[in-house]
């Protein structure tokens, strides 16, 4: 059933190919999921790895023609993938993709685009130079009978899309100077214009206003009335209720739950979410917690973060928890003075300091191990012991020159402590797997001998072994009376391995947990803005 | 690092096979006097190199280094005339040369300008202040003793003064850049900015330390160019910018930043005199003398560059690069 989306407009003829559907006018009934026979997607035991990191796990998932569906589960659930799987820009290992009903091979955007699957991505991909118009139909524009473009055509057509989303732009306006939102719209009228029967959304929502997210749901409904699947992709779990008619839920890379909304709670949704029984993998030491170390009060870059106070002791370890765009990393980044604060004072054993730059930073003895190891944390054709020492190379020179038997033993020694596996520190780095490449930014920091240790995701995208590694150092650094801020978006890290937690949401502060008040369902309610605790 | 060594290798077996095509095609190539003029003509350029070799690794470039020595020279003769005394011409040559490297690195570092457009700019504006200082005159009625600083040679032996100059500077640069904490800190700033700031690296200074020091040495050749010709001249050292950098690049230095070293760069300087030098013997124009430097630049960026394309291109490499991205890029 080839279902069209568009709102009583007459669709022009002129624009062949591309506006080839029939026009249905009026509103298609919208289908319980139940009573509808013909699904529009369905993924069946589909399956992706990345290496040694399984995404997905024979994941089953259906989507009907005129339903909103939510997908939910935490950072590294899967959803990403699976998105991605469906636009085209990966293929599956295992399993099987259908679109209505019939088995499909998406091997490029291009092609899921063939079978009507349109993909809105969180930051809009259109061409800033280029006008509304333009931007639509990039690639496929009408000719006249010259080959030239029919500009006029092009432009009505824009327009005729554009008027029922009830938009303050038309087809002629740059979109240089759009909102984000405002691009969004720009995106979905291009689905519009591909005839797209899935439309598939990631984290829509994440950089619009209260109104503007009204806006577009309000769109989302109508082409949903009018028999488009929807697939959404969420962390505010208020929105999820507010137009989700159903809901999947992964975990870990595979699916644990499908169910209507309406038998759904929010608790049930977080539980289903971050259910999982900690393993021995934190190895949590009990540290004796001294004086405070860095306070930091008020602190705000305009836009990013707001407000954000806290004190980080000795033998401390804080964590930092958050979904994607929380701010937990910005704030690392002034912490450790790559970017400047607006206002707010940060103190380091009772006095105020300004932190200018990495190398100030370094001085007052604060380490950051960077959330992006290959591109901020290590330099890849360098050797690891070049690697190690580079913060404190000029510690290890006399008269500028550097001692380099002093400087192999160094490496050579924390390489050991960390048990790095490599032929030697004449090595390079780039040589080395992911998790052997973190023990050396690792080693780095801790040859500079820190008072304050910042690890933004440290065991990301590192296999199981090497992270229980790294959970028992981050311990035993803890014990030997380092001061630890944890940024991880595993709620399993930071429950096991953190002694105090904060909980950023949108830039803010929303949540400050001993260890032993700090559970999961707080947890993610203060990570999903929701002011009400459960009892 | 195992690259570079065959590359060097390369520059002697260059250097070598040179020699013997200039032995073959002319009689006075072998000639103590030949080496002079040699040695002599290539110092400036020689002198402009150092600097220029570390601000490549570092990731940046200086098109301005001929112009600043166009008006170092311009300065030395203006000032000359004033009646100021000589070492205060010099100095005051080089405190300008080191004034345009401060305005190139500010421009680069504090306002985040590219410094392929920065020293684009200041090679025409500098050149352009020389030409208001002198016009269209020269001056050249110098004292004996800087000019013989110029041509003249160490007693009997052949060995231009201006050789002296060069190499004690060789030595300290190579030290700085191959041996010092700041050398390291330059490779790694040159490989990856942002890593080398998240390594405590203060990237700026050492990038505005770096176009001043080029600075001073372009006027420092600017110098020893007006002190050869025994004039100062707006058009002075002219054009040395391409002889310069592609030294450097000839050197095995990456236009990328990150990779090279001073002694391949000191090989390539050598071999590209002496490729001059056999070309004028052989009574070649200075035309033909361009072409053949600029061949050799293209080539020594596209050797490399080919070399590395055709490693690259082994079936399967590609695809398994992009699907470990992919993978990074994920949820």
Same mark, same amino acid.
Not at chain 1, 279 to 294: N, R, S
Not at chain 2, 150 to 168: A, M, Q, S
């Given at each position: 059933?080839?279902?069209?989306?568009?709102?009583?407009?007459?669709?022009?003829?002129?624009?062949?190919?591309?506006?080839?559907?029939?026009?249905?006018?009026?509103?298609?009934?919208?289908?319980?999921?139940?009573?509808?026979?013909?699904?529009?997607?369905?993924?069946?035991?589909?399956?992706?790895?990345?290496?040694?990191?399984?995404?997905?796990?024979?994941?089953?998932?259906?989507?009907?023609?005129?339903?909103?569906?939510?997908?939910?589960?935490?950072?590294?659930?899967?959803?990403?993938?699976?998105?991605?799987?469906?636009?085209?820009?990966?293929?599956?290992?295992?399993?099987?993709?259908?679109?209505?009903?019939?088995?499909?091979?998406?091997?490029?955007?291009?092609?899921?685009?063939?079978?009507?699957?349109?993909?809105?991505?969180?930051?809009?991909?259109?061409?800033?130079?280029?006008?509304?118009?333009?931007?639509?139909?990039?690639?496929?524009?009408?000719?006249?009978?010259?080959?030239?473009?029919?500009?006029?055509?092009?432009?009505?057509?824009?327009?005729?899309?554009?008027?029922?989303?009830?938009?303050?732009?038309?087809?002629?306006?740059?979109?240089?100077?759009?909102?984000?939102?405002?691009?969004?719209?720009?995106?979905?009228?291009?689905?519009?214009?591909?005839?797209?029967?899935?439309?598939?959304?990631?984290?829509?929502?994440?950089?619009?206003?209260?109104?503007?997210?009204?806006?577009?749901?309000?769109?989302?409904?109508?082409?949903?009335?009018?028999?488009?699947?929807?697939?959404?992709?969420?962390?505010?779990?208020?929105?999820?209720?507010?137009?989700?008619?159903?809901?999947?839920?992964?975990?870990?890379?595979?699916?644990?739950?499908?169910?209507?909304?309406?038998?759904?709670?929010?608790?049930?949704?977080?539980?289903?979410?971050?259910?999982?029984?900690?393993?021995?993998?934190?190895?949590?030491?009990?540290?004796?917690?001294?004086?405070?170390?860095?306070?930091?009060?008020?602190?705000?870059?305009?836009?990013?973060?707001?407000?954000?106070?806290?004190?980080?002791?000795?033998?401390?370890?804080?964590?930092?928890?958050?979904?994607?765009?929380?701010?937990?990393?910005?704030?690392?980044?002034?912490?450790?003075?790559?970017?400047?604060?607006?206002?707010?004072?940060?103190?380091?054993?009772?006095?105020?300091?300004?932190?200018?730059?990495?190398?100030?930073?370094?001085?007052?003895?604060?380490?950051?191990?960077?959330?992006?190891?290959?591109?901020?944390?290590?330099?890849?054709?360098?050797?690891?012991?070049?690697?190690?020492?580079?913060?404190?190379?000029?510690?290890?020179?006399?008269?500028?020159?550097?001692?380099?038997?002093?400087?192999?033993?160094?490496?050579?020694?924390?390489?050991?402590?960390?048990?790095?596996?490599?032929?030697?520190?004449?090595?390079?780095?780039?040589?080395?797997?992911?998790?052997?490449?973190?023990?050396?930014?690792?080693?780095?920091?801790?040859?500079?001998?820190?008072?304050?240790?910042?690890?933004?995701?440290?065991?990301?995208?590192?296999?199981?072994?090497?992270?229980?590694?790294?959970?028992?150092?981050?311990?035993?650094?803890?014990?030997?009376?380092?001061?630890?801020?944890?940024?991880?978006?595993?709620?399993?890290?930071?429950?096991?391995?953190?002694?105090?937690?904060?909980?950023?949401?949108?830039?803010?502060?929303?949540?400050?947990?001993?260890?032993?008040?700090?559970?999961?369902?707080?947890?993610?309610?203060?990570?999903?803005?929701?002011?009400?605790?459960?009892? | 690092?195992?690259?570079?060594?065959?590359?060097?290798?390369?520059?002697?077996?260059?250097?070598?096979?040179?020699?013997?095509?200039?032995?073959?095609?002319?009689?006075?190539?072998?000639?103590?006097?030949?080496?002079?003029?040699?040695?002599?003509?290539?110092? @400036?350029?020689?002198?402009?190199?150092?600097?220029?070799?570390?601000?490549?690794?570092?990731?940046?470039?200086?098109?301005?280094?001929?112009?600043?020595?166009?008006?170092?020279?311009?300065?030395?003769?203006?000032?000359? @005339?004033?009646?100021?005394?000589?070492?205060?011409?010099?100095?005051?040559?080089?405190?300008?040369?080191?004034?345009?490297?401060?305005?190139?690195?500010?421009?680069?570092?504090?306002?985040?300008?590219?410094?392929?457009?920065?020293?684009?700019?200041?090679?025409?504006?500098?050149?352009?202040?020389?030409?208001?200082?002198?016009?269209?005159?020269?001056?050249?009625?110098?004292?004996?003793?800087?000019?013989?600083?110029?041509?003249?040679?160490?007693?009997?032996?052949?060995?231009?003064?201006?050789?002296?100059?060069?190499?004690?500077?060789?030595?300290?640069?190579?030290?700085?850049?191959?041996?010092?904490?700041?050398?390291?800190?330059?490779?790694?700033?040159?490989?990856?900015?942002?890593?080398?700031?998240?390594?405590?690296?203060?990237?700026?200074?050492?990038?505005?330390?770096?176009?001043?020091?080029?600075?001073?040495?372009?006027?420092?050749?600017?110098?020893?160019?007006?002190?050869?010709?025994?004039?100062?001249?707006?058009?002075?050292?002219?054009?040395?910018? /391409?002889?310069?950098?592609?030294?450097?690049?000839?050197?095995?230095?990456?236009?990328?930043?990150?990779?090279?070293?001073?002694?391949?760069?000191?090989?390539?300087?050598?071999?590209?005199?002496?490729?001059?030098?056999?070309?004028?013997?052989?009574?070649?124009?200075?035309? /033909?003398?361009?072409?053949?430097?600029?061949?050799?630049?293209?080539?020594?960026?596209?050797?490399?560059?080919?070399?590395?394309?055709?490693?690259?291109?082994?079936?399967?490499?590609?695809?398994?690069?992009?699907?470990?991205?992919?993978? @990074?890029?994920?949820?």
């Amino acid at each position: 059933m080839r279902v069209a989306f568009v709102f009583g407009w007459q669709m022009s003829r002129k624009i062949e190919g591309t506006m080839s559907s029939p026009v249905i006018s009026g509103a298609t009934a919208h289908p319980s999921p139940a009573s509808s026979p013909a699904p529009a997607a369905e993924v069946i035991g589909v399956a992706k790895s990345f290496g040694a990191v399984q995404a997905l796990r024979a994941v089953d998932l259906t989507l009907y023609p005129g339903e909103t569906h939510a997908l939910l589960g935490e950072n590294g659930a899967g959803k990403s993938t699976l998105v991605k799987i469906l636009a085209g820009i990966h293929l599956p290992d295992e399993g099987e993709i259908r679109i209505s009903g019939q088995a499909v091979t998406l091997r490029s955007p291009l092609e899921a685009r063939a079978h009507g699957i349109a993909v809105i991505h969180q930051h809009p991909t259109l061409f800033p130079d280029l006008d509304v118009a333009e931007n639509i139909f990039m690639g496929r524009q009408p000719r006249g009978r010259f080959g030239q473009i029919d500009w006029s055509a092009m432009r009505a057509e824009v327009d005729r899309l554009l008027a029922p989303l009830g938009v303050g732009f038309d087809s002629s306006t740059p979109v240089q100077g759009l909102a984000i939102a405002d691009q969004q719209l720009v995106e979905i009228a291009k689905a519009l214009s591909l005839d797209a029967r899935i439309l598939i959304m990631d984290e829509p929502t994440a950089s619009l206003s209260a109104r503007e997210v009204e806006r577009l749901f309000a769109i989302v409904r109508r082409l949903r009335d009018h028999g488009v699947a929807i697939l959404f992709v969420s962390h505010r779990l208020e929105e999820v209720f507010a137009l989700a008619d159903r809901i999947t839920i992964f975990r870990d890379g595979a699916r644990v739950i499908t169910a209507p909304a309406s038998d759904l709670t929010l608790e049930a949704t977080i539980q289903h979410m971050v259910g999982r029984q900690l393993q021995t993998l934190f190895p949590k030491e009990p540290a004796e917690i001294g004086d405070v170390v860095l306070r930091v009060e008020q602190l705000t870059r305009a836009g990013v973060f707001h407000d954000v106070s806290f004190e980080l002791r000795r033998g401390e370890i804080l964590g930092l928890f958050g979904l994607i765009g929380a701010g937990r990393t910005e704030v690392a980044r002034v912490l450790f003075g790559v970017d400047r604060a607006d206002s707010g004072t940060i103190h380091l054993d009772g006095k105020q300091v300004s932190l200018t730059s990495p190398a100030v930073a370094l001085q007052l003895g604060i380490g950051y191990v960077p959330e992006d190891r290959h591109r901020q944390g290590l330099l890849l054709p360098f050797p690891i012991a070049s690697n190690v020492t580079l913060p404190i190379l000029p510690r290890l020179s006399r008269l500028g020159i550097v001692n380099r038997p002093k400087e192999r033993d160094l490496a050579a020694e924390f390489a050991r402590r960390l048990q790095v596996k490599a032929a030697g520190v004449e090595q390079a780095v780039a040589a080395l797997s992911g998790g052997n490449q973190q023990k050396v930014v690792l080693a780095k920091w801790l040859a500079a001998n820190p008072r304050v240790l910042i690890l933004d995701e440290p065991t990301r995208g590192i296999d199981i072994g090497t992270k229980a590694e790294v959970h028992h150092l981050i311990s035993r650094l803890a014990v030997q009376g380092l001061a630890i801020l944890l940024i991880s978006s595993e709620l399993p890290e930071i429950l096991g391995m953190a002694d105090r937690v904060l909980v950023m949401h949108e830039g803010r502060i929303t949540g400050i947990f001993d260890r032993d008040e700090a559970d999961q369902e707080r947890i993610m309610y203060a990570a999903t803005g929701q002011a009400r605790i459960p009892a | 690092m195992t690259r570079l060594a065959r590359w060097e290798t390369l520059l002697a077996a260059l250097l070598v096979a040179l020699f013997a095509i200039g032995i073959a095609t002319s009689d006075v190539f072998l000639r103590g006097s030949n080496f002079s003029l040699i040695a002599s003509s290539t110092m @400036e350029k020689a002198v402009m190199a150092l600097p220029m070799t570390l601000i490549i690794i570092g990731g940046e470039i200086d098109l301005s280094v001929a112009s600043t020595a166009g008006l170092a020279s311009a300065v030395v003769g203006k000032s000359w @005339e004033a009646g100021w005394p000589l070492w205060l011409c010099l100095v005051t040559a080089l405190v300008v040369g080191a004034a345009c490297g401060l305005l190139n690195g500010l421009l680069v570092t504090r306002l985040g300008l590219p410094s392929l457009v920065v020293t684009l700019g200041t090679l025409a504006l500098y050149r352009g202040l020389a030409s208001v200082l002198l016009a269209d005159s020269a001056i050249s009625n110098f004292p004996a003793g800087f000019t013989r600083f110029g041509f003249g040679k160490i007693g009997g032996t052949g060995i231009p003064w201006t050789l002296l100059v060069f190499l004690p500077l060789f030595v300290i640069f190579a030290v700085l850049l191959h041996a010092t904490w700041i050398g390291r800190q330059l490779y790694a700033t040159g490989t990856n900015p942002e890593a080398a700031r998240f390594s405590a690296v203060r990237v700026a200074n050492l990038k505005l330390g770096l176009f001043v020091i080029s600075g001073v040495l372009a006027a420092l050749a600017g110098i020893m160019y007006t002190a050869r010709v025994s004039s100062s001249r707006a058009d002075n050292a002219i054009g040395f910018e /391409l002889d310069v950098i592609a030294a450097v690049l000839l050197g095995g230095v990456s236009i990328f930043g990150g990779r090279g070293t001073l002694f391949g760069v000191l090989l390539s300087l050598a071999a590209i005199a002496t490729l001059r030098n056999i070309l004028a013997l052989n009574s070649s124009n200075a035309e /033909l003398q361009s072409i053949a430097v600029g061949s050799l630049l293209i080539l020594s960026v596209l050797g490399p560059n080919l070399v590395r394309r055709l490693r690259g291109a082994q079936p399967g490499r590609l695809a398994g690069s992009r699907s470990a991205r992919m993978a @990074e890029a994920g949820d």
